[in-house]
């Protein structure tokens, strides 16, 4: 079916509307011949045309016949309006939305191809619906995310239609009302802005040749140097220079990339930072292309504090009026899917000074059970406990005759110095039992890649985290967490006011300087979502995929 041809009603509210649109014309026929001289043929097609087209579409069909199917878009008093949805369409791609689903230079071949008033009133519908997917896309996102993977619990805000519908016909400016729906974190304004100088920069022919080494260190001179110096400099972390050498100047260089990339600032030019220092301005655009459609699935109020905990970057933040805080270094979850660490936003709502740890069935069963089976007094760590609540002697359970999923009881690790939650844990209620916590493995803070967990996220300092999240509440936050936990009781401690806690993975974000990072995809989620976009239509201009 093409644009403009009228769709075959298969629904029943669309034959309901269809027969509407009869009745209407035969009311017109039995009308007196006065009366029926002011309703000329062709402005009978036209609403004809209307009701129609936007029968399939309950809030469309509703919106037009509340205004008696009058235009929105192609009268010749609309032409203001008209350009400017138009002009506003055509900057689609600035945001890496699929340009081709809007159809631009179809819509106005439309326009130019009118040659009925039937033409004209399938065209004003298409520019409706138009005008709302190009709003939804702006303000909600290209793709579901769950339907993308199943580890991105994200749910997308959802525009409301009828509004937009019913501002454009109170005579709001389009461009105005689709500047309202995207999302306006300043993190987005700046992902299109880098977006559009990488593409530039690709235009331009990328940052120049790989550098053909797999280490380079102050002193160092020759052909791979030059290529190191080039490279930095057509990125931006280094002014022209003629020099050959890995002097003090390209050390420093190699300190702001390394910085920029969450690598160790050490100034040489390891194996690490030289495959961040190749990859290429293509492969980081689908990063920010990526980076811009995950900021419009998170397209809300993030609250005045809130907690910001980026995956790729292993990072907690505690963020006060766009301030951070706080940052803390975390662990998330290992690699693997089914331990991987989700994306998606709930309240913190309190803290737990000296947790317990109740062990999940799927960790019993991978971790725990066979060694019970062999013997049930192993992990003597681990308390029984039944149905009540009660602790259960091990000599009278036969771990042999159960699994972990029927098991009858829980294992729980009581509060003390070797509990695996450590002195306190981060409660934002979900149901996918994530919480942030510390941890006694300190010394998994010293890998590269801080991967590990079963799910949850470790916090380098949770102390730290803990006094400010008490700060607006108590008059000492340190001295009173430290006085709970001196007591050894498993104690709660209600935050006054529930902090928005979002679990993002992010692998292309600006600092506080506005400058883009980049980190790994770790857990090869971007290559996902970068597929899924271009699947729908985004483009990267002819610089393939």
């Not at 050894?488 to 806690?501: A, C, E, F, K, S």
Request: some cysteine; aromatic content about 8%.
């Amino acid at each position: 079916m093409t644009l403009t041809e009228t769709p075959t009603a298969q629904h029943p509210r669309s034959r309901a509307l269809r027969f509407a649109a009869a009745c209407l014309l035969l009311a017109i026929l039995y009308l007196p011949a006065a009366a029926q001289a002011q309703f000329t043929p062709q402005f009978t097609a036209f609403k004809q045309a209307v009701a129609e087209a936007a029968s399939e579409d309950e809030m469309l069909a509703a919106f037009y016949r509340e205004r008696d199917f009058a235009p929105l878009w192609t009268s010749a008093e609309d032409a203001e309006r008209r350009a400017s949805f138009l002009a506003s369409l055509s900057r689609a791609s600035d945001h890496a939305l699929p340009a081709r689903r809007y159809d631009l230079d179809g819509l106005k071949a439309d326009f130019h191809g009118v040659a009925s008033e039937r033409d004209r009133g399938l065209l004003e519908v298409r520019m409706s619906r138009t005008f709302l997917q190009y709003a939804s896309d702006l303000h909600t996102g290209v793709l579901t995310p769950s339907r993308v993977l199943d580890t991105i619990k994200r749910q997308p805000p959802e525009l409301d239609k009828a509004e937009m519908l019913a501002r454009l016909g109170e005579g709001a400016d389009p461009a105005a009302i689709l500047r309202g729906v995207m999302p306006s974190a300043p993190e987005y304004s700046r992902l299109v802005r880098a977006r559009m100088e990488l593409q530039d920069q690709i235009a331009r022919g990328g940052w120049g040749d790989p550098v053909p080494a797999s280490r380079l260190d102050p002193g160092d001179t020759g052909s791979a140097v030059i290529a190191l110096r080039d490279r930095l400099i057509a990125m931006g972390y280094m002014d022209r220079s003629a020099g050959a050498s890995y002097d003090g100047m390209l050390q420093e260089a190699v300190q702001r990339f390394q910085r920029a990339h969450g690598l160790d600032e050490d100034g040489i030019a390891g194996e690490r930072t030289l495959r961040a220092i190749n990859v290429s301005a293509r492969e980081r655009l689908r990063s920010v292309i990526v980076a811009l459609e995950r900021e419009r699935w998170l397209n809300l109020p993030r609250g005045e504090r809130h907690i910001w905990v980026n995956m790729a970057d292993f990072s907690s933040r505690i963020i006060d009026n766009h301030q951070i805080t706080f940052e803390t270094t975390s662990i998330i979850g290992e690699r693997r899917t089914n331990l991987q660490t989700p994306e998606f936003s709930e309240d913190m709502t309190y803290m737990e000074i000296n947790p317990d740890w109740t062990i999940p069935r799927s960790i019993i069963g991978r971790s725990y059970m066979a060694a019970l089976q062999a013997n049930p007094h192993a992990h003597g760590q681990l308390q029984v406990i039944d149905s009540q609540g009660r602790v259960v002697d091990r000599s009278r359970v036969n771990f042999a005759a159960y699994s972990a999923r029927n098991l009858p009881f829980k294992l729980r690790q009581p509060p003390g110095p070797s509990n695996p939650l450590g002195k306190v844990k981060f409660m934002f209620p979900n149901p996918y039992a994530i919480y942030l916590h510390d941890t006694p493995e300190r010394n998994l803070f010293n890998t590269s890649v801080l991967a590990h967990s079963n799910g949850c996220v470790r916090l380098e300092d949770p102390e730290e985290f803990a006094h400010i999240l008490l700060a607006p509440q108590v008059e000492d936050p340190q001295a009173h967490f430290d006085r709970i936990h001196r007591s050894g009781q498993q104690t709660r401690v209600y935050l006054d006011t529930p902090v928005p806690t979002h679990l993002v993975y992010r692998t292309a974000f600006t600092d506080v300087r506005g400058k883009m990072n980049f980190r790994d995809d770790v857990y090869s989620r971007d290559e996902a979502v970068i597929e899924a976009l271009l699947s729908a239509g985004v483009e990267l201009n002819g610089l393939g995929s």
